[in-house]
C-alpha cells in the first residue's frame, strides 16, 4: 500500500501548510467509518491530498476553507471506492468483516474542526465512539454507498445536509432521506451496549474457559444463538461459514486450541470495546470483537485475514 501523500516544498507559510496536513487525521476518522478499512481509507486520503498539490498555488488559495474542501473530495472519493468495494467484496473468500483497530484514541476522539460549533441536530444520537464499534461498522455494509456516506457524514460527524448534498451528490432532501433510511437499519440493529465492566468480565471469562478447554463454561457464556463469523481472506485457514450456536461455537474454540497448543490470548480493546488478540509465537493471528446482550456473548468476529491485522503489528499511521 501506498504511503500517505508528503507536502512538496514550495514558499508557502508554514501556518497553511500544517491546517492543511493537520486536516489528515480527521479525513482517516472519516474515511475509516465511511470504508471500513484502515487501508482503503488511508488510500482515499492520499488520493485526496494528491488532488490538493495537483492544483496551482493560486487555485488553492481561492478556496475558502482547505478544511471542508479536503473533506468534500476525500466524501467523493470515499463514495467512489465504496462503490467498486461492493463488487470486490462479493468475490472475496469467505466473509469479509471490516478491519478491526487497537485503541488509539484518535480513532474515536476526532471531529471536523467545521463541525465543532455547530449546534448538535436532534436526529444525531451516534457518538464516536459507537461509531467505530464492530456491531455498528458491520450494519453499515448493509447499506447502499450514498446512504452510508449521508449517513456518517451527518448522524456521526454531524454535517448539515447542505454540506452533505455537495458530497453525495443530491439534493438536501434526498440525503436527507438517505441519512432516515440509515438510520432506520441502524436502529433495528443496535442493540443497547452492555456496560464497559461487564462486557470486559464475559470476555475475560470466554479467554478463561477456552485456555481451559471448559466447553461447558463456553456454554454458559455465550447466547444459545450466538454467531461467530471469521475473516481469513482465502489467506489462511478458517471457517467459510458462520457458526451457529453457542454449543457449536464453544466446540469449535475448542478445536482451535487443540490444533494450536502455543496460542496465547490477551485482552485488548477492538475499535473501542474489550476483545481479545490469539498471538502464536508473540504475532497476532487472530483479533476477536464481540458483542453481547442480556449477560451473554451474541457474536463473535474473528478477524485473521494477516492484511487487516497490521495495525496489531505496527505503529498506527496518525
Known amino acids: 500500500m501506498n504511503t500517505p501523500s508528503e507536502p512538496r516544498p514550495d514558499d508557502r507559510s508554514e501556518p497553511d501548510l500544517g491546517a492543511v496536513v493537520a486536516e489528515r487525521r480527521q479525513l482517516i476518522n472519516l474515511a475509516y467509518r465511511l470504508l471500513g478499512s484502515l487501508a482503503e481509507a488511508e488510500d482515499a486520503v492520499q488520493e485526496t491530498y494528491t488532488r490538493w498539490y495537483a492544483m496551482s498555488r493560486q487555485q488553492q488559495e481561492a478556496i475558502a476553507s482547505p478544511g471542508a474542501w479536503l473533506t468534500t473530495v476525500a466524501g467523493r472519493v470515499c463514495l467512489d471506492v465504496l462503490g467498486s ?21 484518535e480513532w474515536i476522539s476526532g471531529r471536523p474542526a467545521a463541525a465543532e460549533n455547530r449546534p448538535a441536530d436532534p436526529a444525531d444520537q451516534v457518538t464516536l465512539d459507537e461509531s467505530v464499534n464492530m456491531a455498528f461498522l458491520v450494519v453499515l455494509e448493509s447499506m447502499t454507498p450514498a446512504e452510508r456516506v449521508a449517513f456518517i457524514l451527518h448522524d456521526v460527524f454531524r454535517y448539515p445536509f447542505t454540506e452533505v448534498a455537495e458530497i453525495v451528490g443530491r439534493t438536501p432532501a434526498a440525503c436527507r432521506q438517505l441519512a432516515s433510511s440509515a438510520r432506520r437499519r441502524v436502529g433495528s440493529a443496535r442493540t443497547q451496549a452492555a456496560p464497559a465492566a461487564r462486557h470486559a468480565g464475559l470476555v475475560r471469562n470466554l479467554k478463561e474457559a477456552w485456555e481451559s478447554k471448559d466447553v461447558e463454561a463456553l456454554v454458559g457464556i ?49 475499535n473501542g470495546r474489550p476483545g481479545l488478540v490469539a498471538q502464536l509465537n508473540g504475532a497476532p493471528a487472530t483479533v476477536a470483537a464481540f458483542d453481547i446482550r442480556d449477560g451473554r456473548i451474541t457474536h463473535i468476529w474473528a478477524v485473521r485475514n494477516p492484511e487487516k491485522l497490521r495495525a496489531w503489528t505496527e505503529d498506527g499511521p496518525l
Open 85 to 105: 468495494a461492493r463488487v470486490r467484496r462479493e468475490r472475496y473468500v469467505g466473509a469479509w468483516i471490516p478491519e478491526p483497530l487497537p485503541d488509539r484514541t
Open 222 to 270: 455465550l447466547d444459545p444463538d450466538a454467531l461467530m463469523t471469521a475473516d481469513g481472506g482465502g489467506m489462511v485457514g478458517t471457517v467459510l461459514r458462520p457458526v451457529e450456536g453457542g454449543r457449536n461455537i464453544a466446540q469449535y474454540l475448542i478445536h482451535i486450541a487443540d490444533k494450536a497448543p502455543g496460542l496465547t490470548l490477551v485482552e485488548r480493546t477492538v
